[in-house]
């Protein structure tokens, strides 16, 4: 088996995706694993991508995993470790992007890196160490208000020198703009000045592109998942529709919706309007002790040779919150997930389901979870994000997988899905 040249380590699952999506495009063929494998890839690629999820636990977890996941990817022949964190630079005051990244350097022995969370297809943008989202600076944006990781200052080469014992500095849009040979002039001018982590800006995929030749000697690179797009050159390797290439897709069709989002919202009434059979299910009578799995089966099960059939708990907020106020935001949560990753569970394994469409985060960690998959091969982006994937199973068989998180995905996402996939 050919051995793999990048190396990557995400720090939630569905920036996992996100990246090994943004490789597969730009020709390289991607595995991503679900937490560090215990064992060799079960096939072979040029880029693999562990998902952790490591964004806002303790920060010395985050590092302790990350250096298992190094461990793993050195053991693979990785030649160079990407880093992967959020387009919105999530982290607390004490991390992790800053203890991870360090950690990572002293391991690798590298004296310099870059980090850049720009994603222009996605517009982030990062202009003078500024990062913005759409027309604002980061602080300006929702993720001032988010829960765990809320971001007040948009200044980038602040935001991490806080959290870095070694120095940080900046390569402007200007020299990112000269290309190649001034890039890595200041790369000189930076490290014999005592900078070890450099900001990069960039306004657009050219600025990756063009980025992506001064990156070829680093040992390590951090960076959301749009600098992904510059690297595979430098492997000699160019975007072909041969890395997206999975194994023949066949079998019965499902998707499964527990996200309550406002795309999958808008996703499930599409579907349903469209005349395709769908059955709700209600966390209420979950929580009753009533077997809903067992019925939503029997439901499906004569239907699946005609077509796709959706299983949801999708629900309106006011329909969410109510649900919530007699169970408890997270026990409903996990008796919602619970149930969804059953009825995978035997769709797969008893119904001859070997299409499936997860919709939500947390639900698609559940159904990955209770499917035992460890390793999927990255296939064709069916809208911007998502990919379909394909794992092997216990029965030599195969699924094919596509994981949406909640607000990803057009209207028509899950006939779109199936269509890609034929
Ligand atoms: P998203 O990606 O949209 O955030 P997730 O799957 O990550 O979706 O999160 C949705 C959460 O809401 C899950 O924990 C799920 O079990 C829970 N949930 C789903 N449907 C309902 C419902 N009808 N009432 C209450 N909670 C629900």
Known sequence: MSSVLLGCIADDFTGATDLANNLVRSGMRAVQTIGVPDGPLDRAAEAVVVALKSRTIPAAEAVQQSLAALRWLQSQGARQIYFKYCSTFDSTAQGNIGPVTEALMEALRADFTIATPAFPDNQRTVFKGYLF?????????????HPLTPMTDANLVRVLQAQCRRQVGLIDYRTVAAGEAAIARRI?????????????D?????????LGPALKDLP????????????????????????????RAGGAQAILSGSCSEATNRQVQAFIAAGRPACAIDPLRIAQAQDVAAEVLAWAEPLLARGPVLVYS?????????????????QAGALVERCLAEIARALVERLGVRQLVVAGGETSGACVQALGIAQMQIGPQIDPGVPWCHAAT???????????????????????AFAVLQ
């Open 394 to 416: 216990g029965n030599g068989t195969g699924l094919h997988l596509a994981l949406k998180s909640g607000n990803f995905g057009a209207q028509g996402f899950f006939t779109k």
């Open 188 to 200: 000189a001018e930076l490290r014999s000045g005592g900078c070890a982590i450099a900001v990069v």
């Open 220 to 247: 390590l690179v951090t960076a959301g998942s749009g600098v992904a797009i510059g690297l595979p050159r430098n492997f000699g390797i160019e975007a072909s529709a041969a890395a997206a290439q999975l194994p």
């Open 202 to 210: 960039a306004l657009s995929n050219e600025d990756l592109l063009r």
């Open 133 to 145: 989202v759409g027309d604002v600076p980061l602080n300006e944006s929702g993720m001032r208000n």
């Open 314 to 330: 999708t629900a309106q907020p006011q329909a969410v919150k109510a649900v919530q106020e007699q169970l408890g935001v997270e």
